[in-house]
């Protein structure tokens, strides 16, 4: 077997159910915060495209995605983030992927070259835990850069050494961030293009939750818009990963692209051949849809933001926690040790949350995750509200 599988961390829904493991849950219905799974309604269009779709099924789709689709990607992503008009090439500077999830993960092993000296991999800390498998599967190294309230719950880049810098091969961000949800501004990923220029390494950033935001006159920034604003138009060392699955509720669809630096994504498109991973044509046909209408992920933005407002009134008062720059997830200071919080509330109170240290790593005995838990309002606004109230019930009572 691949010796490199053994550092594979386990997932953190599998080290919940061992916390959970003997702990007898309240006599009340399960309410889940725990996965960032979306639960909103898949637009009809969505539906009805792929329905419409299926004789599809009939044909093996090219790794590449159709044309229309990749054209449909390269205009959401002008319009929305202002890119300079033809500045992305639908045949070379698109490419679907079949959810963000294997792609960030299939980038890496296509990218980085291990035979080079102390091959690294650069990710924020706490993370999504797939950046971690990725660098650990490639043969790099993950280096984490701890994302706490002193950083504004990003990546301090003034913290790496130039060796570290010089050993990096790629980095990943999250932007808006899993779980945090902070956005980085544009100054500090203006600071990353130029180190990345200098010390010649690519640039992966997780966009996945873009869309989920709660000022319409102000939504993300992301890492091409910037990159264009810089006059870097040909995406140089940028890659950008965008999904379906938060933006438009589909997550079961498995649909999302990748964009930027074409002579990476060259490279990333010919692993792909291999890795087998080609969108099957009744997705592409619902992406196409989905990726031409705002009107539904405007509707969605809506749900959240009274969710945010309903469970934030309730919980401010109780516990350490924030409106995020942006995302479904709140990221709580539970001001005590967060496994233990994690089980407690879920024995007195039936409410699933995730333990912050489980999406984190103690590099130098600090773990930026410890004593946070991680809520994702996912779940209906009545669902929302009462694990809320169940969640100031446990903090008033017990502690
Ligand atoms: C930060 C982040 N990136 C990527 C993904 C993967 O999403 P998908 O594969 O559905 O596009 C997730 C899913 O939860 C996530 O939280």
Redesign the pocket.
């Known amino acids: 077997m691949n010796p490199d599988l053994e550092k594979l961390h386990p997932y953190p829904f599998q080290k919940i159910s061992e916390l959970k493991k003997g702990v007898k849950a309240a006599d009340k219905p399960l309410i889940s915060l725990a996965i960032?799974e979306p639960k909103h309604a898949t637009p009809k269009i969505i539906l009805d495209a792929l329905t419409e779709n299926l004789t599809g099924i009939a044909n093996y789709p090219l790794t590449k995605g159709s044309k229309e689709l990749r054209e449909a990607i390269a205009n959401w992503l002008t319009n929305r983030f202002h890119l300079p008009a033809n500045s992305l090439n639908p045949e070379t500077n698109v490419i679907p992927v079949t959810?963000?999830?294997?792609a960030?993960f299939s980038f890496a092993q296509a990218v980085i070259d291990r035979k080079k000296n102390q091959a690294t991999i650069l990710m924020p800390n706490p993370f999504?835990q797939?950046y971690e498998g990725a660098a650990f599967l490639a043969g790099a190294k993950p280096v984490y850069l701890a994302c706490t309230k002193e950083t504004n719950f990003n990546p301090d880049f003034d913290t790496v050494s130039k060796q570290t810098w010089d050993d990096c091969q790629l980095i990943y961000l999250?932007s808006p961030g899993?779980p945090t949800g902070a956005v980085i501004p544009e100054e500090q990923i203006k600071q990353l293009l130029n180190l990345s220029e200098k010390h010649n390494f690519i640039i992966a950033s997780?966009e996945?939750?873009s869309e989920i935001y709660f000022d319409e006159n102000n939504p993300p920034i992301g890492l091409l818009e910037v990159a264009a604003k810089q006059g870097n138009t040909d995406y140089k060392r940028c890659v950008v990963f965008h999904?379906l699955?938060k933006r438009s509720n589909a997550?079961g669809m498995?649909s999302?692209f990748v964009a930027g630096d074409a002579q990476i994504l060259e490279k990333f498109l010919l692993y792909r051949t291999y890795h087998g991973c080609a969108m099957p044509p009744p997705t592409q046909a619902a992406s196409i849809v989905a990726w031409q209408d705002e009107n539904h992920v405007l509707d969605n933005r809506n749900q959240y933001r009274e969710k945010f407002d309903a469970v934030l009134n309730l919980l401010s008062p109780v516990i350490n926690v924030q409106m995020p720059d942006a995302s479904f997830y709140l990221w709580a200071d539970v001001g005590m040790d967060d496994k233990i919080f994690t089980q407690e509330i879920y024995k007195h109170e039936n409410v699933n949350v995730v333990p912050g240290s489980y999406l984190s790593r103690t590099v130098d005995g600090n773990n930026p995750g410890e004593n946070r838990i991680r809520m994702a309002l996912v779940a209906t606004l009545d669902e929302c509200t009462e694990a809320a109230n169940r969640i100031v019930n446990y903090v008033e009572k017990y502690r």
């Open positions: 960032g959810g963000t999830r294997e960030l999504y797939i999250c899993n997780d996945c939750y999904s699955s997550p498995r999302g």
